[in-house]
């Protein structure tokens, strides 16, 4: 019993390459129908005035060498996929010769999981001000959008355990 315990558990960490690189390309694909490249596609065309009034001013403008400007917003991103816990467990003792209760307890905390990161807007603007091309750097995701990069990580997860297990001879 415990050897096929010891088994599996080297197995599944084996299979744990392969996890992370369906992961990651999982997250590489979706990048191409999010709603950012949506949203981002959105103002093609826009006069860039529209997006200041619609996004705030952007962190930094710069030239883009050819007579227009680069406007780039910025902004840190906290996706919280589990929140953290505090667990307590412990014994409660009665002593009848002393007539009073022993109460012996520990507490265990558990961190919170957080995906942070930067996610950087750009947006190529020619010299008469209107949006002709964009790039999106860092999360692909919006914010709103947490439970899609749940589904992602769980999907790319399963399927990195499938490919290990095809790639071992299980299945």
């Known amino acids: 019993m415990f050897r096929a315990y010891a088994d599996h558990t080297a197995r599944s960490a084996a299979q744990l390459p392969s996890t992370v690189g369906v992961f990651m390309l999982c997250l590489t694909v979706l990048g191409c129908g999010t709603p950012t490249a949506k949203i981002m596609n959105s103002w093609k065309g826009a006069h860039v005035s529209r997006l200041i009034r619609s996004w705030g001013p952007p962190q930094h403008v710069t030239t883009d060498g050819a007579g227009g400007k680069i406007y780039i917003w910025k902004k840190n991103i906290d996706i919280t996929l ?74 790319g997860l399963g399927l990195g355990l499938l490919l290990g297990a095809i790639e071992h001879g299980d299945i």
């Open 82 to 155: 589990a929140e953290g816990k505090a667990k307590t467990k412990g014994t409660v003792t009665y002593s009848p010769y002393l007539d009073e209760y022993t109460i012996d307890s520990e507490t265990t905390y558990t961190d919170p999981v957080v995906l942070k990161g930067e996610k950087v807007r750009m947006f190529w603007v020619d010299k008469d001000g209107i949006i002709y091309t964009w790039k999106a750097k860092g999360f692909i995701v919006e914010e709103g959008d947490t439970v899609l990069l749940v589904i992602v990580i769980i999907g």
